[in-house]
């Protein structure tokens, strides 16, 4: 059983700053990637940001040079560091983890609320 535990969501204003937590645990084989989706209301979830476990790095083209994906390997943790806050930023951020050797698996968070007020 593999949970992950998101953490750091919240109201901030246009401009500021969040960072966003997700800790994987429990039986957690090969790791392909971890990352952060969104979905906004009305709107289809998207990719924010992926870290894949050679250390490549994947960005929406609209957080680019404002958000921050790292992973601490030690604890199967991967965050988010996000800047210069939008409102269009606002959403339900979501964890994922994918693993698998001949096949991908995806295992997704709860979701942490994001509000960017303007």
């Known amino acids: 059983q593999v949970q992950l535990a998101e953490s750091g969501g919240g109201l901030v204003q246009a401009g500021g700053s969040l960072r966003l937590s997700c800790a994987a645990s429990?039986?957690?084989?090969?790791?392909?990637?971890m990352g952060w989706y969104r979905q906004a209301p009305g709107k289809q979830r998207e990719l924010v940001a992926r870290?894949?476990?050679?250390?490549?790095?994947n960005y929406a083209d609209s957080v680019k040079g404002r958000f921050t994906i790292s992973r601490d390997n030690a604890k199967n943790t991967v965050y988010l560091q996000m800047n210069a806050l939008k409102p269009e930023d606002t959403a339900v951020y979501v964890c994922n983890l994918r693993v698998g050797r001949l096949a991908d698996y995806d295992y997704w968070g709860q979701g942490a609320q994001v509000t960017v007020s303007s």
């Open positions: 870290l894949t476990s050679n250390g490549s790095t």
């Open positions: 429990g039986s957690i084989f090969s790791i392909n990637a």
